[in-house]
Antibody, heavy 127, light 107 residues
Framework: QVNLVESGGGLVKPGGSLRLSCAASGFTFGDYYMTWIRQAPGKGLEWVSYMSTSGSAIYYADSVRGRFTISRDNAKNSLYLQMNSLTAEDTAIFYC????????????????????WGQGTTVTVSS | DIQMTQSPSSLSASVGDRVTITCRASQSTNTYLNWYQQRPGKAPKLLIYGASSLQSGVPSRFSGSGSGTDFTLTITSLQPEDFATYFCQQNYRVPWTFGQGTKVEIK
């Protein structure tokens, strides 16, 4: 069964750190880009970071660059998000998602779509 | 960053109604536009990719159109399970950005 399961969320004090994990199953993890998306309580979706299959391409949202680090272990079928210097604004449900990449054709960008999502893990930053 | 603006922010409709949601980008995104559905308490689900391609397993009452800056998600004959929040998302440029969402409620 194709599945993504996040873990590692919890309550952390401002300035603290947390490491999220995302375990993949049912597909060849190493063949896919992966991404983290978050959703603050009652709010919309915010893209956080994505990583290519080998890790050669990594991008972050401005809001987390320098504080968050995405990584993956293809042998363990796992994606990670190390989060440091957390603030109340980081309180959210964090989803990992599989990214399907399709060629846009000659001299065009690739298309990316998030075709499989985990159930999310909740991060609460509060004193 | 490319800003995505959806309209309306919410709407009330009845089962069987035709519903149209609009998404406008602050600059051209060609057809690098996806639509997602999020039911309450659940993770988002991909509905439409490449502006108009239906994701496998998604009912054919969902359709997408548009290119450049203006896009539309249409649901023909709204079903009870379609009451949810819908988000557009551009993947033309990093950072990938989402619309603020459109909540479809029962009239």
């Amino acid at each position: 069964q194709v599945n993504l399961v996040e873990s590692g969320g919890g309550l952390v004090k401002p300035g603290g750190s947390l490491r999220l994990s995302c375990a993949a199953s049912g597909f060849t993890f190493g063949d896919y880009y992966m991404t983290w998306i978050r959703q603050a309580p009652g709010k919309g979706l915010e893209w956080v970071s994505y990583m290519s299959t080998s890790g050669s391409a990594i991008y972050y949202a401005d809001s987390v660059r320098g504080r968050f680090t995405i990584s993956r272990d293809n042998a363990k079928n796992s994606l990670y998000l190390q989060m440091n210097s957390l603030t109340a604004e980081d309180t959210a449900i964090f989803y990992c998602a599989r990214v399907r990449r399709r060629s846009g054709g000659l001299l065009k960008n690739n298309y990316f779509e998030m075709d499989l999502w985990g159930q999310g893990t909740t991060v609460t930053v509060s004193s | 960053d490319i800003q995505m603006t959806q309209s309306p922010s919410s709407l009330s409709a009845s089962v069987g109604d035709r519903v149209t949601i609009t998404c406008r980008a602050s600059q051209s995104t060609n057809t690098y536009l996806n639509w997602y559905q999020q039911r309450p308490g659940k993770a988002p689900k991909l509905l439409i990719y490449g502006a108009s391609s239906l994701q496998s397993g998604v009912p054919s009452r969902f359709s997408g159109s548009g290119s450049g800056t203006d896009f539309t998600l249409t649901i023909t004959s709204l079903q009870p399970e379609d009451f949810a929040t819908y988000f557009c998302q551009q993947n033309y440029r990093v950072p990938w950005t989402f619309g603020q969402g459109t909540k479809v409620e029962i009239k």
